[in-house]
């Protein structure tokens, strides 16, 4: 007779969960075994959260990883208790010595009536093997939004991505900044000005006032691209002696905002609605800090993080290996990280940034900002 339990998918937690949520999500499973060393107790959590919704029983079981014999003992424990059950191992977590131990110790189940097959989840190269009785490799389904891929390392976003009033102030000044960034070679240096006018008119500390003095007569750009602002109500220009910003939002798209929109808006047309937002703000309860990231994109279970600048960038370093690590902890090796510069980086800190893994597009490259993302998004 058929044992109508489900397949138990036994899983070992991991620092990366994306390799474990990913199969658990695309063969539906409904009964999961996490595996924690006293390491990775955290990260079982993490995980048991993001499927909660999905899985109707889901158990986190103590694995001692101190030396061989406790792995030894471990597993032998597990495979106990599974005596006659149908399981799945994912391989794709703990060390080598936990996923031999435990293959071991599971062919027990296969003594009986109960059946052992192994999968491992490649996300670079976007498949899933198997290994048992039907050895295989398929296609990894993209299962994986924005929500979920953060969710699985712990984190959660705290704001509305897509805030209603935002999104309208955005669309009602799209062509103005799609201006900006397609033609981002032309404007070059007038963008650090206007940058510097406007964080002095929306002073984080309150004392910004909204007309700013002209020091130098505006360069031809700097012109060019003021008369056009100023067609668009965002500021008004008085002369070569000041300009006024028409509000504090004005100010705040011209001190920055402009190039997260600009990335918004194309991101809107290249990614599907929750795999893509920008201006998040995520808390994890076990740092007890939040984040910021610019703007974020997931296609194909994997992340790309961006990080956008106007101004001129006294220590880019420290932009640089913040997005670099934010990169490795939510999105891991797989993941992607852009570094989105109005203004040119200097040699320094480009070399920096190919240490990191960090890829840039500053100046006039910002125009070329979709067909990098379409490659990213090929590979």
Not at 61 to 80: C, K, L, N, R, T
Not at 256 to 268: A, I, P, Q, S
Request: charged residues 25%; contains cysteine; glycine residues 8%.
């Amino acid at each position: 007779m058929t044992d109508p339990r489900p397949a138990v998918h036994v899983c070992i937690a991991t620092g990366q969960n994306a390799a474990n949520f990913i199969p658990l999500q695309q063969y539906g499973a409904q009964e999961v075994w996490i595996l924690q060393t006293p390491a990775m107790q955290d990260s079982a959590r993490h995980l048991a959260t993001a499927l909660k919704d999905d899985v109707r029983h889901i158990e986190r079981i103590d694995f001692d990883d101190s030396d061989p014999g406790a792995i030894e003992a471990s597993a032998h424990q597990v495979a106990e208790r599974l005596d006659g059950r149908e399981v799945v191992l994912h391989a794709t977590g703990g060390t080598k010595l936990m996923v031999l131990a435990l293959r071991d110790g599971l062919r027990l189940v296969e003594t009986g009536s109960g059946k052992l097959d192994i999968l491992y989840a490649d996300t670079g190269r976007q498949r899933i093997d198997w290994l048992g009785s039907q050895p295989r490799s398929e296609p990894m389904t993209d299962v994986l939004d924005i929500v979920r891929m953060l969710l699985v390392q712990g984190y959660r976003i705290d704001n509305d991505t897509r805030h209603a009033a935002a999104q309208h102030r955005a669309a009602a000044r799209a062509a103005l900044t799609r201006e900006m960034g397609d033609k981002a070679a032309q404007y070059g240096s007038a963008f650090s000005v206007l940058a510097t006018l406007a964080s002095q008119a929306c002073d984080a500390k309150g004392e910004g006032v909204l007309t700013q003095p002209l020091h130098h007569v505006p360069s031809k750009p700097l012109a060019e691209l003021l008369d056009k602002a100023q067609t668009q109500g965002m500021l008004h220009r008085d002369g070569g002696r000041s300009l006024t910003f028409a509000d504090a939002s004005a100010a705040a798209y011209f001190a920055g905002g402009w190039l997260e929109e600009f990335v918004l808006l194309k991101l809107t047309g290249l990614a599907r609605p929750g795999r893509f937002g920008s201006n998040i703000q995520l808390f994890s309860a076990d740092e007890r800090v939040s984040n910021e990231i610019d703007a974020m994109l997931v296609h194909r279970n994997r992340a790309l993080f961006i990080e956008c600048k106007t101004g001129r960038q006294t220590k880019p370093q420290d932009a640089l290996y913040k997005l670099a690590q934010l990169r490795q902890r939510l999105g891991g090796s797989v993941a992607g990280a852009l570094y989105l510069s109005a203004q040119p980086v200097g040699e320094e800190a480009l070399k920096r940034a190919r240490e990191y893994g960090v890829q840039v597009l500053a100046a006039e490259e910002v125009g070329r900002l979709v067909p990098w993302m379409r490659d990213w998004m090929a590979r």
